[in-house]
């Protein structure tokens, strides 16, 4: 009998070597869709005993403990983050946690597509597809913000800096529309300055 396989949205696909950033695919990473009350002391501490921290609370932030993270998405939803293979137990686990508590909480590993950027440019090649300030400070290490990218709609984390370590979550329909715009657009020979007067590239 054949073993089953992950299939992703961009299994198979590569970035070509001409790009100014580093572009790939995660797909060992599951997600769980968390909805509670942030205000429920109960809801609160059930999330924090199986997840191992505490939900952000504050707009756009995001926690971590060991290989577990929540992002936060509007005060009473946060994108839970994993091994793909511990999905599964995490998920029965926040049940059983929360089955006497007003929750929501289901797996969502299949729905969106990650792909992660790296490298100095990462943030002015972003910048060419969505009107948000990424160089202000406001976007620093653990940012998380729901964004129009490309005119679709997308979520950026910002995993590190220095240098840049994005990942932004596209709904897998979306996901070759989105490899294939960072093809065209993260090419070295269209890289830009945010600021400043822009060397005109040999043609």
Known sequence: MSEAQLETALTGREAPGDLAIEIRELTTRGMIDLRGDAGD????????????????????TSAAWGEVQALWL??????ILCPRARTEEL???LRQALAQIHSFAVDVSDM???IRLEGHAARSVLLKGCSLDLLSPDYAAG???RLRFAEI???????SERPDVLDLYVFRSYADY???????NGR?????QPFGQQAVPAV
């Open 91 to 93: 998920l029965a686990a």
């Open 153 to 159: 709609a997308a979520l950026l984390h910002i995993v």
């Open 74 to 79: 509007s005060p009473d939803q946060w994108l």
């Open 188 to 192: 070295a020979v269209a890289a830009i």
């Open 178 to 184: 989105a490899w294939e715009w960072f093809l065209a």
């Open 143 to 145: 940012t998380v913000r």
């Open 112 to 114: 969106r597509t990650i």
């Open 41 to 60: 002391g109960k809801f609160m501490a059930a999330a924090k005993d199986v997840l191992g921290l505490d939900l952000p609370t504050a707009p756009r």
